[in-house]
């Protein structure tokens, strides 16, 4: 079994005070357990919540901490959320020294967002988008600062198919709809959109980084499932897939927490950082690296990258028409 790869121990005594970070999905899984980890070395972590009692019942449970936290409210799949969170966010707030897009859903029923985009699509990699351009400014004038988007090793595709993006159906309106494949092309245009920005960022000291934060016992699964099943999962199996070779939302958090904080790290950005992917069926894909080079050719295709910058600044309303979810 590939072994973990963890944070050196100075990085995780180090002193963050003064510092901000904002984490999206912060209530559970493994972007808690990033929350958790970065307000005791003493840093104000705000957790970008879709809902505030998750958040801040789950903050509460930190006890006490050296650093500080909130729970705002973000709902990546409205645009209109997305927004109003960047505008309370930057008028709360003077500085941000790391963006962690970790919120995400895999393999729901098909269904569309607010603003009628697929919805892994839309969660995933379009509210993200949104979300880290109107954040860029505070990001550049708190530089050195750091963001760090959480894809996954299924950004590669399946046993069977390469994940690709599909510039002319990124809503699975002319496909058979594939929930494995829409969340894989979710997490795709996540590594191409951080590796894009890490060239426009070039001398700004805003680094990016794209991660997989290996396979993590948390509540992704949850949409996959009926609610009785996700019941079972959670008390009885969850646990037991520790043996498995599954990782704690501690373990999980790794890649996030070295890219937030290593020295070394800004040298590589636009890279992919890849915790040990035990249990995914391609062997070749399993191994991790921080940094190391994606197995999918089109996450190095920067064509397309452009491409997909593009066409994203369109959906958002950033650039020419809004909102309209037709591609
Ligand atoms: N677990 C793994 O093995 C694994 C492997 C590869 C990649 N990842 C990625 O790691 C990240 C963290 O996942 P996790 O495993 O820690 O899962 P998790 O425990 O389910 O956490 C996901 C978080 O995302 C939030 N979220 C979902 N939809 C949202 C929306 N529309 N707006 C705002 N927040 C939303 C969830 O909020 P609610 O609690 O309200 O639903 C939750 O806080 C995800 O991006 C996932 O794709 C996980």
Redesign the pocket.
Known sequence: MPKTLMCEPRLLESDLSGRVYLV?????????ATTEQLARQGAHVVG????VD?GEEAFAGFGDVAGSTEVMK????SLTSVRSFAQAFNARHDRLDGLVN?????GPPQGKTEDGFETQFG??YL?HFLLTELLLDILKASAPSRIVS?????HVGTRRQVAEIHLDDLNWEKREYDRTMA?AES?LAMVLHASHLARRLEGTGVSVFSI?????????A?SMMPGWLNSVWNAALRPLSGPLG??S?FE?AQTTLHCLLDDEAPQHSGEYFSQNSVLYPNRENRPGGWPMPSPNPQAHDMELAERLYQRSLGLVGLNGPTGDATV
């Open positions: 999206t999905g912060a209530n559970s899984g493994a972007g808690l970008a919540c879709r809902r998750a973000l709902d990546l799949g970790n919120a995400g859903i895999m969660v995933n509210g959480v894809s996954s090793v299924v969340y997490k997989h934060p290996g396979w993590v016992r948390s509540n992704l949850a599954t990782l939302p999980g």
